[in-house]
């Protein structure tokens, strides 16, 4: 088991940045993938980003290429997700994931844990 706790979120004015955490505990988390995804109401959740096992590789999803980069340090067993000149299309609920299988998903089904999410409330 693994437990995904986020932090970091809040309101931003449009253009500002924001850093996300995701501490995870239980079983060490460097055995997994990690993936940001976000949900805005009355959407479905989406992909954001992605990080291998060891940091090596990254995958950010269209709308947020530019603007958000993700990294993890396995020593704190932490994800994070900078994210810069933010709009307000990025308001959502953002979640974090954990993903043992051997090669990164950008889509929801493979992730087998999921953080509680934090809320980011971006203005215009």
């Known amino acids: 088991q693994v437990q995904l706790v986020e932090s970091g979120g809040g309101l931003v004015q449009a253009g500002g940045p924001l850093r996300l955490s995701c501490a995870a505990s239980g079983r060490t988390s460097t055995g997994y993938n990690m993936g940001w995804f976000r949900q805005a109401p009355g959407k479905e959740r989406e992909f954001v980003a992605a990080i291998s096992k060891r940091g090596g590789s990254t995958y950010l999803s269209d709308s947020v290429k530019g603007r958000f980069t993700i990294s993890r340090d396995n020593a704190k067993n932490t994800v994070y997700l900078q994210m810069n000149s933010l709009k307000p299309e990025d308001t959502a609920i953002y979640y974090c994931?954990?993903?043992?299988?051997?090669?990164?998903?950008?889509?929801?089904?493979?992730?087998?844990?999921w953080g509680q999410g934090t809320q980011v409330t971006v203005s215009s």
């Open positions: 994931a954990a993903d043992l299988s051997v090669t990164i998903s950008r889509t929801v089904g493979p992730y087998d844990y």
